[in-house]
């Protein structure tokens, strides 16, 4: 891995902790976009430290500390983390909130207030996952006691049961879209002012395009495909919510007009955990299912999971033709099924909802769709099968659509100071 070099801002001996629940193995996006992040801080010249989840064959990296401690991430342990701050005392301490991550436990909420009283040289920096908080009703009564308490020791600084005293005592908030921002604004106004937007960038490694055209023939043919035939993408975890019951009903319509597609799903669905959240604990089951009734078990293909540090999902989308991500709630920047395969420069179909930005523009960069209607979706993706040109031109504004926003080295540079700048908080 690339050292910063001597005229770097970023000096190697800076230190920045980096706090998340969620780390490779454990399935989800989150955890993947964890370890790219601290990869790429160390490559600009950060001394880096992951404090994470007691999480079993935890991902190493040479270049990183990596600490799995955490088990409950309740009251118990509290003592951990500040003991870590105290030996490291690092000058970044970089958290990323997403509650549910945490088991719904508020005590990682009050993190922030205890490093600005005890360790004020720390700038924090909190990553906004999801503008979800902390669910109530979830912890015990001596659990609460302590919350209460620990709530009349922060004063002014504790925001909400929801996010504790985050929003206030950090220094600075990275949302990854802002719809995210926008709801978390309703609880604490003030947030905008110290916000940064910095959608995800790709995580896995991407095929460089000058090996697409070998790569897309290599790959269809272990497909099995013909020259005629168009391969249809859907990227990423497969979860409730991202319309992938109404992509099937799509690609049965195609289907039943005389197409000749085949439809592709790259990944595979998130830890268990997640998938008992959303009440759906049978989720790829459902959708194998669903694939069986409408008898097109021999046009979907199953890629299954795929290790985050693999180029092999690249691979897989310089195959497609076109993708597909009919989000329920429309896509917005912090999507990173629709931020890896615009990398790619392929034309895609997604879904316009309340949130979805202004970046996204019809016809120029993507098509949209209204959410949850598969005929709408089979019409757009239609337009693009019988629309060469329109393909083109979606493919042009896909790839500058991830050159304006879904990089690593923006990223880096607007969430986290330089040295020079650390003094200044």
Request: charged letters at 20%; a neutral charge; one cysteine or more.
């Amino acid at each position: 891995m690339e050292r910063a070099s001597a005229s770097d801002p970023r000096s190697s001996q800076a230190k920045i902790l980096l706090i998340t629940a969620a780390f490779p193995p454990m399935r989800s996006g989150g955890a993947d976009y964890a370890l790219r992040l601290a990869q790429e801080i160390r490559r600009v010249g950060w001394d880096v430290t992951v404090l994470t989840s007691n999480i079993p064959g935890v991902v190493t990296d040479p270049c990183i500390r990596v600490l799995p401690l955490l088990r409950t991430w309740g009251w118990s342990d509290f003592l951990i983390i500040l003991q870590t701050l105290r030996d490291l005392r690092p000058d970044v301490v970089n958290l990323h909130f997403s509650a549910w991550t945490f088991n719904d436990h508020p005590m990682i909420g009050f993190v922030p207030e205890f490093i600005r009283r005890w360790q004020p040289q720390a700038v924090i920096v909190t990553h906004i996952e999801t503008h979800v908080g902390f669910r109530t009703g979830r912890i015990g009564f001596l659990s609460m006691l302590l919350h209460r308490i620990l709530k009349l020791w922060s004063g002014k600084n504790y925001s909400s049961y929801e996010f504790g005293t985050t929003l206030r005592s950090s220094h600075k908030i990275a949302v990854l879209s802002s719809g995210n921002l926008s709801v978390i604004a309703k609880e604490y106004p003030e947030v905008v002012q110290k916000s940064v937007l910095t959608p995800p960038p790709p995580i896995m490694p991407m095929v460089a395009a000058s090996e697409g055209r070998a790569c897309r023939s290599t790959m269809r043919q272990q497909f099995g495909m013909s020259e005629d035939e168009s391969l249809i993408a859907f990227y990423g975890y497969l979860y409730p919510g991202k319309g992938i019951e109404n992509l099937l009903d799509a690609f049965k319509q195609l289907r039943i007009q005389g197409h000749e597609v085949r439809l592709i799903f790259i990944g595979d669905v998130p830890d268990d955990y997640a998938l008992n959240l959303s009440g759906r604990p049978r989720y790829r089951q459902e959708l194998k299912d669903q694939v069986l009734s409408m008898g097109l078990e021999d046009r979907v293909l199953w890629t299954g999971y795929i290790e985050s540090d693999s180029d092999l999902a690249s691979r897989y989308l310089r195959a497609a033709d076109i993708v597909c991500v009919p989000f329920y709630t429309g896509v917005q920047l912090h999507r990173s099924s629709f931020s890896f395969p615009a990398a790619h420069g392929l034309p895609i179909v997604s879904t316009r909802g309340q949130d979805t930005e202004e970046v996204f523009v019809d016809g120029e960069n993507v098509i949209l769709c209204p959410p949850n209607n598969e005929s709408e979706l089979a019409n757009a993706i239609e337009r693009l099968l019988t629309n060469p040109t329109l393909r083109e031109r979606l493919c042009r504004g896909a790839e500058q659509l991830s050159k304006d926003w879904f990089t690593w080295e923006a990223t880096v540079s607007k969430t986290f100071p330089s040295c020079d700048e650390l003094q200044h908080y």
